[in-house]
């Protein structure tokens, strides 16, 4: 108000004496003026761009049809638009083509994927016997001599234990098989057919497991393929937790010469733990204690 000249007098007069005049506190003056600001759209800070964003997206959509036209392009990226406009000597940011495309629907169309089930983890992956869920994982160690290796292993999803582990100078589907062999061998003492039926094995999406011979060795041995949501290791955390175990006491604090010699640490390994590491989830009990408690 006080920026407001008097078309009578011709002069600025103050808030305050505006106000004393009409008889009203300054304060409905202001809250006056505080409700007109906030109906009013915000303006955009900064100089007026020299074309609208009205007429920006009427020139997009001229070069989208043009490039149709004469090129068979049908839809072209905000990049290429920016580019094409400052060729054509339109002066307008990147962000803003971008974002007056994607106003107007003008974004060339891309794919969104399939659905692939509830992204978060929400259930609860332990069981409660033995031998109902085995989880598998890979990770790989360096060593000396040889190079880099892969360690496979197999654990199981109520005691914990570790069924089987396996390295090899190569992680392809049957050394990541070879785990699971074990596993079958330690809890069924034999490798028969369908000796494993009510087993399942969790993994993930890796080519190792999803390979036509890994897969089709768990139906040999009666187990049901039990795949983790994509991107989401925690479908899998049973063995992504064990894995980590190994990798702080054995792997990352020991070098190995060859991969004989982590073969046989990693054996080494999961004797100590199966029969020496506590559980917390079992009370602070071994996985040996909690397997012979149900076995008996």
């Known amino acids: 108000m006080s920026a407001t000249k008097s078309p009578s007098e011709d002069r600025f007069y103050p808030v305050a004496l505006v106000c004393k005049a009409w008889g009203i506190p300054r304060s409905v003056c202001y809250e006056a003026l505080a409700r007109r600001r906030d109906a009013a759209p915000p303006a955009k800070p900064g100089p007026r761009p020299l074309v609208s964003d009205c007429e920006l997206a009427e020139l997009i959509r001229g070069l989208l049809d043009a490039t149709e036209r004469e090129f068979g392009f ?144 768990l139906r040999f041995y009666g187990i049901a393929s039990s795949p983790s949501y994509v991107r989401a290791p925690e479908g899998n955390g049973v063995a992504e937790r064990f894995i980590r175990t190994p990798k702080e006491q054995l792997l990352w604090v020991q070098n190995f010469r060859t991969i004989e010699e982590l073969r046989l640490a990693l054996h080494d390994f999961a004797d100590r733990y199966n029969n020496a590491w506590l559980l917390a989830r079992h009370g602070y009990r071994t996985p040996a204690a909690v397997r012979a408690q149900f076995a008996a």
């Open 74 to 217: 049908r839809g072209e990226g905000s990049r290429k638009l920016h580019a094409r406009l400052r060729h054509a000597g339109v002066a307008a940011h990147k962000d803003r083509v971008l974002r007056v495309m994607r106003e107007n629907g003008l974004l060339s169309p891309s794919r969104v994927g399939t659905p692939r089930g509830p992204r978060n983890h929400d259930g609860v992956i332990t069981t409660t016997r033995p031998d109902v869920m085995w989880g598998t994982d890979a990770t790989t160690v360096a060593t000396l001599a040889e190079g880099t290796a892969w360690v496979f292993i197999a654990v199981d999803h109520c005691t914990g234990e570790c069924l089987g582990i396996h390295a090899s100078p190569c992680g392809n589907r049957f050394e990541a098989f070879e785990p699971i062999r074990q596993a079958i061998r330690s809890s069924f003492g034999t490798l028969d057919n369908a000796v494993a039926a009510g087993v399942s094995v969790r993994h993930d999406n890796g080519t190792q497991y999803m390979s036509r011979f890994f897969q089709a060795e």
